[in-house]
């Protein structure tokens, strides 16, 4: 009797990483489906908010699941098309913004990995009869018996990991990265091979399914603006804002404070007097710190032992930085920097690596530089 083939199920989006990842997989000899998912849509998400009448364009979804269909097409697979709107809203949006209303910067695309794409989406595959999912993602993934071990992408410049890190390893057990070896010139290059249709698209650098648009814009819909003064380190009014929750702590763009000297950039926040703290200059002392407090901390494999030393993303697109970590309880964790860093931001990420290896991550609660909270 012929051995059954693994079933796997790839969540197609309508770009050139998922469909190139969709190729790989049908070359490796795996029965491949695909699943569109659909988790935004602007009029029924205005419905749960109690406000049909938010003015809020539709992002192009409609777009990219014409582009997935025709991939599905020309490839020969199986498309399944879903939505997880509500799902979407109640696990991902609400936890934005009632990040954004304490005046935090949340990472809504590790949220959505960590409950869509690896959770309602995968729960869904199995219902399908898939044995694993895959995704477009610059990772790759070692499955060693019962321990699975999430790796840095081959190629640096799209590394995904970061958005990887709230992974459980139970989640990493069924998942699939296809172009985790691959460089991104050698994707676009093997969609052209095949003549995919989305072979020269353009990726999309948008919030997860919310799309590219005006971001405070879209927030305004969403959390009533409360403008204030903007505020020189020296106590000076320099300008105006639409409300601290717009802005993120080392932001250039969008002040819109003029004069001499070199550029501006967001170093604080004053929020009992509603206050945004800028200064000039990339140095501004401001904006280091070398203690973090990191909580909700999620170790993929083995659980971190006091004082150890690992390797720390506070930001994507950061360089690494040398860390030790220490336990406060057993979802919490002191990070100590081996020198001060800048712009490490309240509500986002800090992701820990061994080299290679992805262990994991949490988010940034509060920043020291010293003993000295800084006020994020």
């Not at 908010?49 to 697979?77: S, T």
């Not at 219902?127 to 990772?139: K, N």
């Not at 004069?259 to 206050?275: I, R, S, Y």
């Not at 920097?337 to 080299?355: E, L, N």
Request: proline share 3%; with cysteine; hydrophobic share 35%.
């Amino acid at each position: 009797m012929e051995k059954r083939k693994p079933k796997v199920i790839v969540g197609l989006s309508g770009g050139v990483d998922s469909s190139v990842s969709l190729i790989k997989l049908l070359e490796q000899g795996y029965d491949v489906e695909a699943m569109f998912m659909r988790n935004w849509d602007s009029a029924v998400n205005n419905d749960i908010l109690g406000n049909p009448d938010l003015m809020d364009d539709v992002c192009p979804q409609e777009k990219d699941y014409q582009d997935a269909k025709k991939v599905a097409e020309q490839l020969g697979v199986k498309l399944h098309r879903v939505d997880f709107i509500e799902e979407y809203w109640n696990s991902v949006f609400i936890f934005f913004l009632e990040e954004y209303k304490k005046d935090r910067t949340p990472n809504p695309d590790i949220l959505c990995n960590k409950e869509i794409k690896f959770k309602t989406f995968l729960d869904k595959a199995i219902e399908l009869g898939a044995d694993y999912i895959a995704m477009g993602h610059y990772a790759r993934v070692i499955h060693n018996g019962d321990t699975h071990y999430l790796l840095r992408g081959v190629d640096s410049n799209k590394d995904q990991t970061y958005f990887l890190s709230q992974l459980s390893s139970s989640q990493l057990a069924k998942a699939l990265f296809p172009i985790g070896d691959m460089l991104k010139p050698d994707v676009r290059a093997l969609a052209r091979k095949y003549n995919l249709v989305v072979a020269d698209k353009k990726d999309s650098t948008g919030v997860c399914f919310i799309g590219e648009r005006n971001f405070k814009e879209f927030l305004m819909n969403y959390i009533p603006a409360n403008p204030g003064d903007i505020i020189s380190t020296d106590g000076k009014i320099v300008g105006k804002h639409d409300g601290v929750m717009y802005y993120t702590i080392g932001q250039r763009r969008g002040l819109h404070i003029g004069g001499p000297g070199e550029a501006w950039f967001v170093c604080g926040k004053d929020t009992l007097h509603n206050q945004l703290i800028v200064g000039q200059g990339n140095d501004i002392e401001l904006l280091y710190a070398n203690r973090v407090i990191v909580t909700d901390v999620n170790i993929i494999n083995e659980r971190f032992i006091n004082g150890q030393k690992m390797q720390a993303k506070f930001r994507y697109r950061q360089p690494d930085e040398d860390i030790s970590v220490s336990w406060i309880n057993d979802t919490t964790l002191e990070v100590k920097c081996s020198r001060p860093v800048k712009a490490i931001t309240p509500g986002q990420a800090c992701v820990f690596y061994d080299g290679e290896y992805c262990l994991g991550g949490g988010t940034i609660n509060q920043v020291y530089m010293n003993d000295v909270l800084r006020k994020y």
